[in-house]
């Protein structure tokens, strides 16, 4: 009986959570900062107003971080061999998604509000309303060693920099960290051994 209603209650807390699925809105990629000017601008800010993102330009924030960019299921991010091992993780107050790039959708993991625990002792980055969390699925890899490693790293800069750059055409500010509460971070986001936590971006608008 006990099995049962353990069971019961896992399935209506699964239900409840996928019925949080977000259906963002359409990319507009239409940003007018030309690539020249985004590099010139882009500089890692600390500081963070209250002020929200809408979901519109989480949306086109998202899609030039590892969206789909062609027909095929390639992404705006090169990845080695094309294994599409990068994950993205949303962390908002009202709790924590993944990116589903496919469906343009965020798909609810928990209801907790990590962003001070991936603030850590650096405050004042908590106050940015989003954290998009960069984690490598190295089980992608058919083996897992060292290369590996290495092109889940590199894969997972490229991401954080297509991040950096479209900030600064969407009027956004943000700094690559590599600081973070791992053990709640991996709870949290139910990750697994192979699945590595490696940088993290508070997004947001400049104070
Ligand atoms: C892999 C990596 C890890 C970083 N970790 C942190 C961090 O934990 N906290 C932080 O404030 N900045 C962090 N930074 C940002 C750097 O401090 C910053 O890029 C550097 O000081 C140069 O400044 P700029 O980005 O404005 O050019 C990190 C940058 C990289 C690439």
Known sequence: MKKICLLIACLSLCAGLAAQTIKLPEPKKDATMTLYQALQQRASVRDFQKKEVSDQTLSDLLWAAVGINRE????????????????LYVCK??????????????VKLSDKDVRKDIAGRQGSVADAPVFLVIVSDLTKYRFQDAKTAQFGAIDCGYVSQNICLACEALGLATVPRAGMDEAVLTKEFGLKEGQVLLINHPVGYEK
């Open 72 to 87: 095929d299921g390639r992404l705006t991010a090169p990845t080695a061999m094309n294994t599409q091992e990068v994950r």
């Open 93 to 106: 107050a009202e709790g924590c998604y993944e990116y589903v790039a496919k469906d343009n959708s965020l």
